[in-house]
Nanobody
Framework: QVQLVESGGGLVQPGGSLRLSCAAS????????MNWYRQAPGKQRELVAI???????YYVDSAKGRFTISRDNAKNTMSLQMNDLKFEDTAVYYC?????????????WGQGTQVTVSS
């Protein structure tokens, strides 16, 4: 079993920055692909960023150049550094872990953390 706990959300002005963190408890953290999703009011949940077990990264087009995903396997943590935030970044952000290999059937979600970009 893996438990995911998110932190770092809050209120920020346009152009500002926030750093979201996801702390995982359990075993085999390095065998999970880690993802950040977000869901804005009235919209579908959107995949924002991915970091693979090999530390390859992916970003949705709207986040490229502004967001950076990272992971620290020794600390069982994952982060999303968000810079130059825009009104349209306002959403609940969710940490997600997808198992690989022998853990491929395992998938876990954090509780979500609110990010509000407002002037």
């Amino acid at each position: 079993q893996v438990q995911l706990v998110e932190s770092g959300g809050g209120l920020v002005q346009p152009g500002g920055s926030l750093r979201l963190s996801c702390a995982a408890s359990g075993s085999d953290f390095s065998a999970y692909v880690m993802n950040w999703y977000r869901q804005a009011p009235g919209k579908q949940r959107e995949l924002v960023a991915i970091i693979t077990t090999g530390h390859n990264t992916y970003y949705v087009d709207s986040a490229k150049g502004r967001f950076t995903i990272s992971r620290d396997n020794a600390k069982n943590t994952m982060s999303l550094q968000m810079n130059d935030l825009k009104f349209e970044d306002t959403a609940v952000y969710y940490c997600n872990a997808q198992g690989t290999g022998s853990l491929k059937d395992l998938n876990y979600w954090g509780q979500g953390t609110q990010v509000t970009v407002s002037s």
